[in-house]
Each structure stands twice: as structure tokens, then as C-alpha cells.
Nanobody, 124 residues
């Protein structure tokens, strides 16, 4: 089993930046690609960004492209989402997810392990 724990969320103002972190523990050798998803109040969980095992391939939702950057440190088993130019529409609970495949996916159903989420609130 793989355990994922997110951190770094909080209350920020529009235009601010924030970096989310996710640390993996347990059977981390099974961790392949990683993804970040978010769920705003009253909305379905949506894809934010994903990165393959090596870090050489990334994908972003159109709504965050150019503002968010995903990265990973396989030695430290740490995964990051750097968010800049935040706006109120970015308010959500952010989840990191891991899949056994080395290739990233935008589909939540393709991920095998999930964290509990970290809340991000952006005020205007």
C-alpha cells in the first residue's frame, strides 16, 4: 500500500502563490506517475496536473496552464504543485494521487492511491 499526505494549503489572497507538497510512504517503489486533482464545493473532482515517473512529461488543465507547475523528487518521494496568480476559482480541496503506471493520466479513475486532500482558499 502507498500512503500519500498533502500539505501546504491555506488561505491566500488573489494573485498570491502557494506550493503544495505531497509525500509518499509505504510501498513507494510502486509509485509511478503522479497527479493533482481538486474539488471545489458543490462540484465534481477535476484534473489539475499530472507528471510521469521520470518527470519528463507533464500535463495541465487549461484553467491552470501557465500558472501552475508540477514537479517531483523521486529520491525524497516528494511531489509538488507550485501555484501562482491564484484566483478565487482555484479555491478547492487539492488531492495528490499516484498510479502504478509510469505514464501520467488526466483521468481520476486511472489512479490507484489518493491522499486526504489539503484545502486552498483564495480570497478576492
Amino acid at each position: 500500500q502507498v500512503r500519500l499526505v498533502e500539505s501546504g494549503g491555506g488561505l491566500v489572497q488573489a494573485g498570491d502563490s502557494l506550493r503544495l507538497s505531497c509525500i509518499a510512504s509505504g510501498q513507494t517503489s510502486r509509485v509511478g506517475a503522479m497527479g493533482w486533482f481538486r474539488q471545489a464545493p458543490g462540484k465534481e473532482r477535476e484534473f489539475v496536473s499530472a507528471i510521469n515517473w521520470s518527470g519528463g512529461s507533464t500535463q495541465y488543465a487549461d484553467s491552470v496552464k501557465g500558472r501552475f507547475t508540477i514537479s517531483r523528487d523521486n529520491v525524497k518521494k516528494m511531489y509538488y504543485l507550485r501555484m501562482s496568480s491564484l484566483n478565487v476559482e482555484d479555491t478547492a480541496v487539492y488531492y495528490c494521487a499516484a498510479r502504478l503506471s509510469i505514464w501520467e493520466s488526466i483521468e481520476a479513475g486511472q489512479y490507484d492511491f489518493w491522499g486526504q486532500g489539503t484545502q486552498v482558499i483564495v480570497s478576492s
